[in-house]
Each structure stands twice: as C-alpha cells, then as structure tokens.
C-alpha cells in the first residue's frame, strides 16, 4: 500500500524532513513527491553569505539533495505550488501541474520582510534571501562599478540578516552602509552594552551604521539612488539591500483556509499538525504552538517530528534551543538562553573591556544560583560550555566563568558540567551519554565518540570538548601510528631527525613491534623521504612504498598506471604539448586534462612505464609527483603578462614556487595556486597554500581545501614582498611537514593545532618557538638536493629492472587487461569481479 | 594424499629477484598469475594474483608486513589484508569469508619453484 506525501518547497528543512522520512521508511510505504519554487534543489541558505567567496552554487549543495537514484522520491523545481484543494486532497502548481497527496507538508520557509518604504521597487533595490538574489546584487554591483570607481551600497536592516548582507558586499569589495530603527545593531540577540561594543568593531570594518533612524523613501537620481533617512541623512548608492527580517510564507494556508497564528504562519501543534489532520507545516512558515521561529535548528526539529508523525511513531516538538553564535566580518557574536533577563528577578553581569574588545554578560536567577542566558561578542570561545549550563546549578561565581583577559581556558572546564547538560546542541547530546558512551561502551577517541552518539558531527563546535571529556573520563586518547608504533608520526619524525635512523628495520627494531605494516610502512618511508635518504626507491625504501610510490605513477582500477609529467604553473610550450601528444598516441594512452592544469595519461603497464619516461625525460619533462603525498601543483591564472586585470605575475611566481617545493614528501598531498588579483581565477583558496596577488603585493592563505570536505584557506600574512612570502612558505610547509598526523591535509591540521591559526601566525610570522631559521634551513636543505626521481630510475639498471609485469615473463604485458574505445579513446575493459561481495 | 603426488612444479625465478618484505608476481603456463611473496624472515608464499575485490591483477604489487604476528599482503587497490599463509582476508565486509587461492611455493638451490595441480 503506497500512500503520497507531497511537500511544498524544497528549502534546508523540507530536505531533513524527505531525509527522516525515507532512512527510518525501510518498507517504503510513502512515496514523496517533492514541488519546490527556485530551479535548484534545497541549499545551505545559512551559509549563502560564503557564496560570495567564490561564486560557486555547487559548493551550498546539500549532500543528497536531488536524491537520485531513489525511486520513492520526485523532485519538481522551478514550478511553485499554487493552490490546495483540501477537499480533493490535491495541489497544483503555477504550470498546471496537478498532484493528489494523502498526507501534506507545508515547507515553504519565509519571505524577505521590506518595509513599506516609497520607492522600494526601484531597480537597484534588492533583497537577500536565495542564490538568485546574490546573483542579481552581484550583476548589480558590477554594473555600478563598470568604468568608474567603487559602488556605494546601503543595507536597511541591522539585525543578524542584515550584517550578512553587509558583509557579502564587504566580500564584493564595497564599503557599505548598514541602517537600523533599533538603537544598536543586532537588537534580538545582543543587550546594548554588547551592540555598543558591535557597533565599534563592524565600524572599524568599513561600515557606516546608522542605527535608531528609520528609511523614510527611496528615490531615483541620475541612474542611481538616494535613501532618505529619517534623521535626516541622505544616501547616494547605487543599490539598496531590503535585509530587515523575514515574515512566514502563509498565504497557501491562508487561501485554503487553514488556521494561521496571530502574527503569521501555518498554525501546528506540537507534532506540526495544522487544523487539518492531514496537512503539517514545518520550518520558518510553521508557527509552533503559535510561535514561529526563524532558524534552522527548530526547523530541523520539526521536520524530524513531523516525519516521526508520518511514520507512525509519536513525536513532539522537543522546544528549541535560540541560541546563536556567529562569526560576523571576523566578530564573534554569541547570546544563548535569556539573554535579555526577560526572567522575573534576573540578574546581569557584564564585563566590559574595552582594551580586548570583549563584552560578555551573564543573565542568572535572582539567588545567582542557576545560569539563565548570556550574550558574547568579540570572544565567543566560552560559549559551547556557558550553553550547556542554561539551566543548570551555576559551577562557579558568574566572573569565574568568563575566561579574564589573556588567561585562556575559563576556571571551569567540562567536569564542573552536570550530565544533562549539553554538549552537542545540533544533535542534542547530553554530556551524560557522552560519558555513558565513553565508560560503557567503550569510546576511546572522538571520532568513537562521533560515531555511537552522533554528537559533533553537524556543525563540530563541540568537538574540542569531547576531547575535552575523553581526558576527564580518564581515558588516554591513542596516538599510535598503528599496531606497530606506538608514537604518532610527529613523534616518530623527531625520532628519525634526532637519531639520523635512515632505514625501516632499524627503527622498528629499535621504536617498534613486528613486521610492519601498509599503514606505518609508508609513513615512514615517507619521513626518509623528507629528510633526505636518496632515492625514494633506493636500497630497502622501495619495500616500504604504496604501489603508487613503487611505480612512480598511479594505479587505476584494471592494474594499469596513470602518468603525469611537471607543467611548472600550468605553463607549457606547444614543442611539449606535442611530446605529451606523440608519447600518449605511440603507447595508445587515454588523455585527460587534470584539475591542477597538467595532462593525465592513463593506461599504461608496469613496463611501459620506463619507456615512457624515457620519452619525456629525454624531451624535458619531469616527475609531477602525481603519485606521492608530496607537493602536486602550484595552478595560477596569467596574471599581469595578460589579463586586464592582473595586478602582479602570479604565472611567474607559480613556476618559482612549484620548482621549489616540488618533490618534498609530506604527510599528505599539498596543492597550491597563486591568482593574480583579487578576482581569484586560479582558485587559491581551495588550497593548501594560496596566493592572491594584491596591489603591493602578496596574501598568503594557508590550510584550505577542496575535497570531501571543503575549507576556505585562512589568511595568514597579507601585502608582503616575494621574498618574505617564500621564507612565510618555506617555514609553514615544514613545520606542517614535522608536526602533522598521517594523511592529515593541512586543513584539519591548521584547525586542530591547539590555539589554530593564531598559534600558527606566532609560530611561523612571529617565531615565537624560535625554530624558523631550522625550519628554513631544512627547506634550503630540500630544495638543494631535489633530484628528478625518474631521472633517477631510468639511469640506474637495478631500479628500472623492477618495472616488469612478470618475474618470469618481463616484457609480457598482464594479459588481464584490455581497452575498448569509449569518444574515440582506449578506456579500460571491466574486470570481472570473480567470487565477492559487494562493495 | 593424492593431490600432492600429481602436484607439478614450475621454476620461476632467483629467489634473489624476491626482496624481503615484498612481492612479484609470476605468469603459468595456462595464464594464471601467482603472486609471490618473501617475508622479513625468508619464508615464500604463494596467492592469487588477482585481487577479489577490485579484479585487477596486482596483489604481487601490496606492502608485506604482519597483523597481529600474521603475515599479510594489504592489496594495492582498497588495502584489504589477506593471510599469505591461507589466503583468508582480514577485512572482508559483513562476516563474509573471502578467500583468493593459495599456490606451494619452495626454493630448491636458490630458484623459486611454485606449484600446481
């Protein structure tokens, strides 16, 4: 018996409610039919302002979000729903689309608040709410800017939405101005006090708060707009930004006749149905009990409640947590619980520090017993712990809580928490099944922790306190390489330098158990590598390589390798292209373009491998690492030798840096990019060090990443010459190289290094463990003694005489592998996978 | 028993051409691939060369070393482990029992010879 769930919109909750539905619905009795009005599938609108960053829609994607391959699921988009017909149980949509449903949820989140201002229909007026609005902003901004100087923009709005907005014209490069009715900034979270202290910070960004006055008109002037303040003051922009708030999208539930509550959105009770049995509202258009709220986390709640519901199972809705902590233009703002001592009797205490930049306040109950709320801005480190006391027996006296100036951790660390206090609120995880977790069923590291409870796998802000609980439980967290080692590989890089060990055996034998392994194996030969042992497939190293390593090319999926020759910066001569051409149609190779700007061969056999390299060498080519945890490439755009916009030569310094670092092994692949200006075509900030060129000079950004998990590189030094860049790269890469875990990019290393990007700036910049001459020289080291690893095998008989397919056969190809022509190219032929398993 | 009378041996190479603590792979007469393998104490071994999971023919090609005292070949493709001794792999998915074939391997005068049936 199949049943239709039909679900308007296709937002951030009305993806967690398809989500809930379809992995607890194991006997797929819903179908779901799902009728969104924008044309792409349900985004992360939280983080829209990031979009700016690099324009890049794909990157907002919800993991899932289009649900294919699921034949219980239909996605329509970019046709809204229209009209309900309760009666007949069916909706239909602005094409004429028609769906019958036996159960309806109504997602239809919220609609940009604009005052009712003359005038704000103007073009150049916009609002902020969906990737279509920021692309709009955008084309606007652009229009202004064409041919002369900067835009002026204003945003009408000072709250949480209208900071966001101010912040993505911030990253557009404008300096825009904010206006608010309230008398401070972000007046739902913050008391006055910090609202004072947030005015100081965004002014000191380049932003014009107007606060207490209202916007009284907008007009058009000469193609461009002027906003007319209530106070008086006029406005010359060329676009204004409506952000002042969002109002539930009702008007469905209205037309059909559904309750709705006193001040909008859908009426629901606690399980999110409205007056009609068969019909729930969730998210942003849905007032709980009356009340609508305007984040996700309830929304997320609901959506989980309403597919319980659906399913049979009795839910309700569990109240929402409002806190919120955000990190506005580089501001931590934070309140949670009553921040503003709405509670008979409440009493404040606020520090105020005007030197740091800090403004905390506690809200506790009237004996000052028990922790009500609290607002955070400029330092919002305590906040995960405050959190998690709402409610709960104050620990200590309300100053001991808050960290004093320079003292790090606050007096009260995890263990003065009572158990259900909790730790992961996105999850809502207490600390006493975190502790349960960790005693009884034997977690012993976060990522055990992460696992059985599901506590830091959202947004992970409480993640440095499940380490935190691990240690309070007593619990050692392992380190160990792997069964072989008990050190982590930083431990044993500081054994290899002080020792001068320079083979495996001797440092098992003397450091470790047993026979080794491919996890600590590798590892190892890779710190040899980096500390400069020879070949890497000299003597006993070749043992120790992945295959990868041990061919010096990447293996496919049919036991075929892959080839990659060095293109410094992406910059080839037609005379090499024509190499890569000949070589790969003389040895039938199939031929990709790579993302790092070289060209993939692929196909070729254990023994073909030296004769292609024969090929290249011979032609000037080199080995491009493609294969090692080592430097990859260092992509750029053509900066100032052509482009219009250029501001220095970000191909040259790409070539200088890629012919530096290149063959340094490092405890994982290092990719970089140097951009030209600030247009960032070469996409540096994906990386794990990337240069953006600027008027004086250079940005360094560190610790950024594409991937499974995507980081923005953090800027680390800003508007140095080339040389002070190179030392800054030299130091960085080796203290990553000596202190990072195994396989650990330079992303989760610069956030788990304890005090992160600051810790890493006094490291590196300010020299504050005065190892950076050491780590300089060990660069020089390396980049003096860099030789081209397949140079290297191709003039020594032994080495090449490894690169057979057969012992007994050499020259006779593994006749396993065949191609067949896929768009007029030789793919591999699929193996059959003889007796197994699914994978 | 039996078997092991019918059992015929084929020479395949130097048993210096087998590193310690590494593998190569030999091609039989009717196309079977064995891979060999010479642990840190001298002992051969002999196993499919096919990897199961992947199909590709590369096993000879995967770091030695030992699980818990056992030794192990890790495949090159997804790194699961296989007993050199039995075959039996150590990180087969859902407690299914995944086995590649095991070939006698032996060095008589400093040449490797492996067997079969």
Same mark, same amino acid.
Not at chain 1, 178 to 203: C, F, H, K, W, Y
Not at chain 1, 239 to 249: D, E, H, Q, Y
């Given at each position: 018996?199949?049943?239709?769930?039909? &679900?308007?919109?296709?937002?951030?909750?009305?993806?967690?409610?398809?989500?809930?539905?379809?992995?607890?619905?194991?006997?797929?009795?819903?179908?779901?039919?799902?009728?969104?009005?924008?044309?792409?599938?349900?985004?992360?609108?939280?983080?829209?302002?990031?979009?700016?960053?690099?324009?890049?829609?794909?990157?907002?994607?919800?993991?899932?979000?289009?649900?294919?391959?699921?034949?219980?699921?239909?996605?329509?988009?970019?046709?809204?729903?229209?009209?309900?017909?309760?009666?007949?149980?069916?909706?239909?949509?602005?094409?004429?689309?028609?769906?019958?449903?036996?159960?309806?949820?109504?997602?239809?989140?919220?609609?940009?608040?604009?005052?009712?201002?003359?005038?704000?229909?103007?073009?150049?007026?916009?609002?902020?709410?969906?990737?279509?609005?920021?692309?709009?902003?955008?084309?606007?901004?652009?229009?202004?800017?064409?041919?002369?100087?900067?835009?002026?923009?204003?945003?009408?709005?000072?709250?949480?939405?209208?900071?966001?907005?101010?912040?993505?014209?911030? #990253?557009?490069?404008?300096?825009?101005?904010?206006? =608010?009715?309230?008398?401070?900034?972000?007046?739902?979270?913050? #008391?006055?006090?910090?609202?004072?202290?947030?005015?100081?910070?965004?002014?000191?960004?380049?932003?014009?708060?107007?606060?207490?006055?209202?916007?009284?008109?907008?007009?058009?002037?000469?193609? +461009?707009?002027?906003?007319?303040?209530?106070?008086?003051?006029?406005?010359? &922009?060329?676009?204004?930004?409506?952000?002042?708030?969002?109002?539930?999208?009702?008007?469905?539930?209205?037309?059909?006749?559904?309750?709705?509550?006193?001040?909008?959105? @859908?009426?629901?009770?606690?399980?999110?149905?409205?007056?009609?049995?068969? !019909?729930?509202?969730?998210?942003?258009?849905?007032?709980?009990?009356?009340?609508?709220?305007?984040?996700?986390?309830?929304?997320?709640?609901?959506?989980?409640? /309403?597919?319980?519901?659906?399913?049979?199972?009795?839910?309700?809705?569990?109240?929402?947590?409002?806190?919120?902590?955000?990190?506005?233009?580089?501001?931590? @703002?934070?309140?949670?619980?009553?921040?503003?001592?709405?509670?008979?009797?409440?009493?404040?205490?606020?520090?105020?520090?005007?030197?740091?930049?800090?403004?905390?306040?506690?809200?506790? *109950?009237?004996?000052?017993?028990?922790?009500?709320?609290?607002?955070?801005?400029?330092?919002?480190?305590?906040?995960?712990?405050?959190?998690?006391?709402?409610?709960?027996?104050?620990?200590?006296?309300?100053?001991?809580?808050?960290?004093?100036?320079?003292?790090?951790?606050?007096?009260?660390?995890? #263990?003065?928490?009572?158990?259900?206090?909790?730790?992961? *609120?996105?999850?809502?995880?207490?600390?006493?099944?975190?502790?349960?977790?960790?005693?009884?069923?034997?977690?012993?590291?976060?990522? /055990?922790?992460?696992?059985?409870?599901?506590?830091?796998?959202?947004?992970?802000?409480?993640?440095?306190?499940?380490?935190?609980?691990?240690?309070?439980?007593?619990?050692?967290?392992?380190?160990?390489?792997?069964?072989?080692?008990?050190?982590?590989?930083?431990?044993?890089?500081?054994? @290899?330098?002080?020792?001068?060990?320079?083979?495996?055996?001797?440092?098992?034998?003397?450091?470790?158990?047993?026979?080794?392994?491919?996890?600590?194996?590798?590892?190892?030969?890779?710190?040899?590598?980096?500390?400069?042992?020879?070949?890497?497939?000299?003597?006993?190293?070749?043992?120790?390589?992945?295959?990868?390593? +041990?061919?010096?090319?990447?293996?496919?999926?049919?036991?075929?390798?892959?080839?990659?020759?060095?293109?410094?910066?992406?910059?080839?001569?037609?005379?090499?292209?024509?190499?890569?051409?000949?070589?790969?149609?003389?040895?039938?190779?199939?031929?990709?373009?790579?993302?790092?700007?070289?060209?993939?061969?692929?196909?070729?056999?254990?023994?073909?491998?030296?004769?292609?390299?024969?090929?290249?060498?011979?032609?000037?080519?080199?080995?491009?690492? /493609?294969?090692?945890?080592?430097?990859?490439?260092?992509?750029?755009?053509?900066?100032?030798?052509?482009?219009?916009?250029?501001?220095?030569?970000?191909?040259?310094?790409?070539?200088?840096?890629?012919?530096?670092?290149?063959?340094?092994?490092?405890?994982?692949?290092?990719?970089?990019?140097?951009?030209?200006?600030?247009?960032?075509?070469?996409?540096?900030?994906?990386?794990?060090?990337?240069?953006?060129?600027?008027?004086?000079?250079?940005?360094?950004?560190?610790?950024?990443?594409?991937?499974?998990?995507?980081?923005?590189?953090?800027?680390?030094?800003?508007?140095?010459?080339?040389?002070?860049?190179?030392?800054?790269?030299?130091?960085?890469?080796?203290?990553?190289?000596?202190?990072?875990?195994?396989?650990?990019?330079? /992303?989760?290393? !610069?956030?788990?290094?304890?005090?992160?990007?600051?810790?890493?700036?006094?490291?590196?910049?300010?020299?504050?463990?005065?190892?950076?001459?050491?780590?300089?020289?060990?660069?020089?080291?390396?980049?003096?003694?860099?030789?081209?690893?397949?140079?290297?095998?191709?003039?020594?008989? =032994?080495?090449?005489?490894?690169?057979?397919?057969?012992?007994?056969?050499?020259?006779?190809?593994?006749?396993?592998?065949?191609?067949?022509?896929?768009?007029?190219?030789?793919?591999?032929?699929?193996?059959?996978?003889?007796?197994?398993?699914?994978? | 028993?039996?078997?092991?009378?019918?059992? %015929?041996?084929? $020479?395949?190479?130097?048993?210096?051409?087998?590193?310690?603590?590494?593998?190569?792979?030999?091609?039989?007469?009717?196309?079977?691939?064995? $891979?060999?393998?010479?642990?840190?104490?001298?002992?051969?071994?002999?196993?499919?060369?096919?990897?199961?999971?992947?199909?590709? $023919?590369?096993?000879?090609?995967?770091?030695?070393?030992?699980?818990?005292?056992?030794?192990?070949?890790?495949?090159?493709?997804?790194?699961?482990?296989?007993?050199?001794? %039995?075959?039996?792999?150590?990180? $087969?998915?859902?407690?299914? %029992?995944?086995?590649?074939?095991?070939?006698?391997?032996?060095?008589?005068?400093?040449?490797?010879?492996?067997?079969?049936?």
């Amino acid at each position: 018996m199949n049943r239709t769930l039909v &679900v308007v919109g296709h937002g951030m909750v009305a993806h967690r409610l398809v989500e809930a539905v379809r992995s607890d619905d194991v006997d797929g009795t819903w179908r779901i039919v799902v009728l969104g009005e924008e044309s792409r599938p349900a985004y992360d609108r939280v983080a829209l302002t990031s979009y700016v960053d690099d324009w890049d829609a794909e990157r907002l994607a919800l993991p899932g979000c289009t649900y294919s391959g699921d034949e219980h699921v239909e996605l329509r988009l970019g046709d809204p729903v229209v009209s309900v017909d309760r009666a007949a149980k069916r909706v239909t949509t602005a094409s004429g689309f028609t769906q019958d449903y036996d159960a309806l949820v109504l997602a239809t989140g919220s609609r940009p608040f604009v005052p009712p201002v003359p005038g704000r229909d103007l073009p150049g007026c916009f609002v902020y709410r969906t990737i279509t609005d920021l692309d709009d902003i955008r084309a606007a901004v652009e229009r202004a800017t064409d041919g002369r100087g900067r835009a002026a923009a204003a945003v009408v709005g000072g709250g949480l939405l209208g900071l966001e907005a101010a912040k993505a014209l911030r #990253d557009m490069g404008l300096s825009p101005h904010v206006v =608010e009715l309230a008398p401070r900034l972000m007046p739902l979270q913050v #008391d006055e006090g910090g609202g004072s202290l947030l005015r100081s910070l965004i002014t000191e960004l380049d932003v014009t708060v107007h606060t207490g006055t209202s916007t009284d008109a907008v007009e058009a002037d000469r193609g +461009r707009l002027v906003a007319k303040l209530g106070n008086g003051t006029e406005l010359d &922009v060329d676009l204004l930004v409506f952000s002042a708030g969002v109002r539930p999208r009702d008007d469905l539930a209205r037309d059909c006749g559904l309750d709705v509550g006193e001040r909008g959105g @859908v009426l629901v009770d606690a399980t999110c149905r409205t007056s009609d049995p068969d !019909v729930f509202a969730i998210g942003e258009c849905a007032a709980l009990e009356g009340r609508v709220y305007g984040l996700v986390a309830p929304g997320y709640s609901m959506a989980e409640v /309403a597919a319980a519901t659906l399913l049979g199972t009795p839910a309700s809705f569990p109240g929402a947590d409002t806190s919120t902590k955000l990190k506005l233009m580089g501001v931590d @703002v934070a309140s949670f619980g009553d921040a503003h001592a709405t509670t008979d009797g409440a009493l404040e205490v606020a520090f105020n520090d005007a030197v740091r930049g800090t403004y905390q306040k506690l809200v506790v *109950s009237d004996d000052a017993t028990t922790l009500l709320g609290g607002v955070l801005v400029g330092d919002a480190s305590e906040y995960n712990l405050l959190r998690s006391l709402v409610g709960n027996p104050l620990p200590a006296e309300p100053a001991a809580l808050l960290a004093p100036a320079g003292a790090g951790d606050s007096a009260v660390g995890v #263990d003065a928490l009572p158990a259900e206090a909790q730790i992961c *609120s996105c999850n809502a995880v207490t600390k006493g099944a975190i502790v349960h977790a960790v005693t009884d069923q034997g977690c012993d590291s976060v990522g /055990a922790i992460k696992a059985c409870t599901r506590a830091g796998t959202s947004c992970g802000s409480c993640v440095p306190m499940l380490g935190k609980l691990l240690d309070a439980c007593g619990v050692e967290q392992s380190r160990a390489l792997c069964e072989h080692f008990a050190q982590s590989r930083a431990e044993l890089f500081e054994i @290899v330098r002080a020792t001068r060990i320079t083979t495996f055996s001797e440092l098992i034998a003397r450091h470790g158990t047993g026979a080794g392994c491919a996890i600590c194996k590798p590892a190892v030969a890779s710190i040899l590598a980096t500390l400069g042992n020879g070949h890497v497939l000299g003597g006993e190293q070749v043992t120790l390589q992945d295959t990868n390593d +041990r061919f010096l090319a990447n293996l496919q999926r049919n036991g075929t390798y892959s080839v990659v020759p060095r293109v410094p910066g992406g910059e080839i001569t037609p005379d090499k292209l024509i190499v890569i051409g000949q070589v790969a149609k003389d040895f039938g190779l199939y031929t990709k373009i790579t993302g790092g700007q070289r060209i993939d061969l692929f196909g070729a056999t254990v023994d073909q491998l030296p004769l292609i390299w024969r090929r290249l060498v011979d032609a000037g080519f080199e080995s491009g690492h /493609a294969y090692g945890k080592a430097l990859r490439t260092v992509k750029s755009c053509v900066g100032t030798t052509w482009c219009r916009y250029g501001q220095q030569d970000s191909v040259g310094l790409a070539v200088e840096l890629e012919l530096r670092y290149r063959g340094l092994r490092s405890p994982h692949k290092l990719k970089s990019a140097v951009s030209g200006c600030a247009r960032e075509c070469a996409e540096a900030r994906s990386k794990d060090f990337g240069i953006i060129a600027t008027e004086q000079g250079w940005n360094l950004y560190v610790g950024g990443n594409g991937g499974a998990i995507p980081r923005h590189a953090d800027l680390l030094v800003s508007d140095v010459d080339t040389e002070t860049l190179i030392r800054i790269i030299d130091r960085f890469l080796m203290f990553y190289v000596r202190t990072a875990d195994r396989l650990q990019r330079t /992303a989760p290393w !610069v956030e788990e290094l304890d005090g992160g990007l600051d810790h890493l700036r006094a490291v590196i910049v300010d020299d504050s463990l005065g190892i950076c001459a050491e780590l300089e020289e060990a660069m020089a080291e390396h980049v003096a003694n860099y030789r081209d690893e397949w140079r290297g095998v191709l003039e020594d008989p =032994e080495k090449l005489a490894r690169f057979t397919s057969f012992v007994n056969a050499p020259g006779t190809p593994d006749p396993t592998i065949s191609f067949r022509t896929e768009r007029e190219q030789p793919v591999p032929v699929l193996l059959g996978v003889p007796e197994v398993v699914s994978r | 028993m039996t078997a092991m009378a019918e059992q %015929t041996w084929v $020479a395949v190479c130097a048993a210096e051409a087998v590193p310690r603590a590494s593998g190569v792979a030999a091609l039989l007469d009717d196309g079977t691939q064995v $891979a060999i393998f010479r642990t840190e104490d001298d002992r051969f071994h002999g196993l499919s060369n096919v990897d199961p999971f992947s199909g590709a $023919a590369v096993l000879s090609r995967g770091i030695v070393g030992d699980a818990g005292g056992v030794p192990v070949v890790a495949s090159p493709v997804y790194k699961q482990r296989f007993d050199l001794s %039995t075959g039996r792999c150590l990180d $087969a998915d859902t407690g299914d %029992t995944v086995c590649v074939a095991t070939y006698p391997v032996r060095v008589i005068d400093g040449v490797v010879h492996v067997g079969s049936s």
